[in-house]
């Protein structure tokens, strides 16, 4: 069987369940995953509030989640690309939070070595979307752009791409990441009324794009004068419909595969916030809706303990060994101070050698 998150009801974190359901069999073209690490995103909130029903169909009962990153299980008919224990990471349309998924070959690509679980199963939503963006608005050099969310998992490639092509960048956030921002490039700005104007007061030259992923921005930006085809939205649907902006879509295989290069390059980096197991998955969204985050917030399908573990699963941050982003928690000597670790549910077979060797304490 395979634990998987499903919800029966639009509503809160609070509909979603963690169910047992049968072994998705790979069809022609096909892959099954056993998925050893999703992100969360923004969208999925939305979808399952039933924000936009019209927009995003849901068949109750519905499965949750894109991202995933894993291990090769099996695969389907006529299947040439990959074999059982390749390590791939990639997507689905919907349902990637569960023990076990089956994956189109076209919706996947090798996991690099490098680039570590947690990042590359949150990859795909936030990097080709970042890329779309990006595109959309064509920031350059020389621009000024307003990204708001700027701290999120999003947000902060958007920021980090942005300036690498030579952009100013003003990022809305909690007050908390404002010093993230500055690490990363941005002219922060705390989230709140009167955005308008606060922007104005950093940029009196005005502002030449403005990406918006917390889904309330556009209003502001074209307040400021900035030219439609310059406004990008992830969440805004009406704003798509009333201005004529544009909206930002996740992207292909191709477009995660230039994230994830830049990634490997250390050229962008995306911290994670916090790691959920899959049981927890309703207060992982709980965090997510909060948009206080830095990074990313990932469900890892077999987070397990390690001998004398004193913190627990989220209590500990990445971003803060990596980035020097204060979060606060119980003080521990630095040897305790370990991420999650990654096991294989039991069960799996471990072909590849890096499953034969596990991380302590799998």
């Given amino acids: 069987m395979v634990r998987a998150v499903r919800f029966s009801e639009f509503g809160g974190p609070e509909v979603l369940e963690v169910v047992d359901i049968e072994m998705p069999v790979p069809g022609v073209g096909e892959v099954l995953v056993q998925v050893v690490a999703a992100g969360t995103n923004p969208v999925e909130s939305a979808i399952r509030s ?30 040439t690309e990959f074999a059982v224990g390749d390590e791939v990471m990639g997507f689905v349309a919907r349902g990637s939070h ?39 608005t ?14 999120g998992g999003v947000g902060c490639l958007v920021v980090q791409l942005a300036v690498r092509r030579g952009a100013r960048v003003i990022g809305t956030a909690a007050a908390r990441n404002a010093d993230y921002l500055r690490q990363i490039g941005a002219t922060p700005i705390e ?64 477009e995660l595969l230039v994230v994830a290069e830049l990634m490997e390059q250390h050229a962008v980096r995306m911290p994670i916030a916090d790691v959920f197991s ?55 000597q630095a040897h305790e101070v370990l991420p999650p670790v990654f096991g294989h549910r039991k069960g799996f077979v471990p072909t590849s050698p890096a499953d034969r060797h596990p991380a302590a304490g799998a």
């Fill in 98 to 136: 569960a023990t076990h998924v089956a994956v189109p070959v076209s919706q996947l690509a090798v996991k690099p070595r490098s680039v570590p679980w947690e990042t590359a199963g949150s990859l795909y939503v936030a990097g080709t979307t970042a890329l779309d963006a990006l595109q959309d």
């Fill in 50 to 79: 039933g924000a936009a029903p019209e927009r995003w169909p849901v068949v109750f009962p519905e499965g949750q989640g894109r991202d995933l990153a894993g291990i090769v299980a099996g695969v389907g008919p006529g299947v």
């Fill in 191 to 254: 989230y709140g009324p009167d955005l308008a104007d606060r922007i104005r007061a950093v940029a009196p030259d005005g502002v030449d794009a403005f990406i918006d992923f917390l889904g309330d921005g556009v209003a502001a930006a074209v307040e400021l004068g900035v030219p439609l085809g310059r406004i990008s939205t992830v969440l805004d649907w009406r704003a798509v419909d009333e201005y004529g902006v544009q909206r930002a879509t996740a992207g292909s295989v191709r």
């Fill in 138 to 151: 064509a920031v350059g050099a020389g621009d000024t752009v307003v990204v708001t969310s700027a701290a």
């Fill in 278 to 332: 899959l049981e927890d998955v309703a207060d992982a969204y709980r965090r997510l809706d909060r948009r206080e985050s830095v990074g990313k917030i990932v469900i890892g399908m077999n987070v397990v303990a390690y001998k004398n573990q004193r913190l627990h699963q989220s209590a500990i941050k990445q971003q803060d060994a990596t980035l020097g982003v204060a979060t606060p928690h119980p003080q521990t």
